[in-house]
């Protein structure tokens, strides 16, 4: 991972896809457009170096390394 590529703004876009389930309910919860995240999302993955979502027509589910981000992020968030 290029840690120095990773902004803390992306991850909590990250936490909001991956706690909505989809960009479209993200979007919502955090007032930025689908495309925007869509978009930040490919960007984090590139900078990660690793897939973080499976992509489906009703929403994104979450890959072994999203679960394993998801935990470490949420224990820092808190």
């Known amino acids: 991972m ?3 590529s990773v902004q803390w703004s992306d991850l909590k876009l ?5 706690r909505e389930g989809g960009l479209s309910a993200a979007a919502r919860a955090t007032g ?3 495309a925007t ?3 930040r999302m490919l960007q984090l993955e590139r900078a ?3 897939e973080l979502f499976i992509r489906h027509e009703r929403g994104y589910e979450l890959t072994a390394h999203a679960h394993e981000l ?4 949420t224990d820092i968030e808190t």
């Open 14 to 18: 990250f936490l909001a896809v991956a």
């Open 48 to 50: 990660l170096g690793r």
């Open 32 to 34: 930025s457009s689908a």
């Open 37 to 39: 995240l869509g978009r």
């Open 2 to 4: 290029n840690e120095t």
């Open 70 to 73: 998801l935990v470490h992020l």
